[in-house]
């Protein structure tokens, strides 16, 4: 079994595109902190590297692209509190990392997204997608609220889909998403990465600093959601914390 974060998060350069690749199949390539922080810091340096021109960002194998981030990771400290809070700030920070990174970056796709997978896709500057993949914020179904998740829903495609998606948890077919424009394009899996190639290449083509402000530009608003989300799920947990434990 793999848990060398190196070992978790692929990376491979092929000319001016950067693939990421989560690499924890056997786990739904559901994220551990320590893979959330690896790929925050790759996205960060990707943004700066002048040979990089965009980077894609994919899931191993052919099922799931991302379940989330692995809420039952055990704190290596037993601090399960401060396991959480560690959890909620890297993720906050790999959101930051997508939305602020000069350079494009797209989700591939190869599967399932869910949770923050979903979120992921949604942030990205563009999502291409097997047609067979699905997306889904099914929080609700496991009993935990998602403020980040619907506020990240309404900011980009608006609040009937948040209160679809987020309220109801279910699993949106590629088409449909594609259909809604929240995926730029479908493919048949033997040609996934080859379309991908094709709109990063033609993405990583434009003059970097004018991509770099339109991008800023187009994210402001749900950069601003996720803030007061982020209060709002800091407030959450704040209350939580602060409930009396029943004895058993």
Known sequence: MTTNPDDLVLSRQDGGL???????????????????????????????????????LSGAGERVFCA?????????DGDMARQRERRSQGLAALQDAVLDTPKPVLVV?????????????????????????????????????TFSGASIVEAVCGLAHARDLVQSGRRMPATEAHGMGLVRALAPR???????????????SKKASVFADNKRWINRRVKAALAEARQEHAHHRAQAAAQPVTPA
């Open 68 to 76: 989330g981030v692995d809420v039952r990771e055990q704190a290596a």
């Open 109 to 145: 796709l190869n599967g399932m997204a869910s949770g923050a997978g979903a979120m992921l896709a949604l942030l990205a500057d563009a999502c291409v997608a097997v047609d067979s993949a699905e997306v889904a914020l099914s929080e609700i179904d496991i009993g935990i609220a």
């Open 190 to 204: 033997a040609e996934l990465a080859a379309i991908a190639t094709g709109l990063a290449t033609l993405l990583g």
């Open 18 to 56: 950067l693939w990421l690749t989560l690499n924890r199949a056997d786990k739904a390539n559901a994220m551990t902190v320590s893979m959330v922080e690896r790929l925050t810091a790759q996205l960060v340096a990707a943004g700066t590297d002048p040979s990089v021109q965009a980077v894609l």
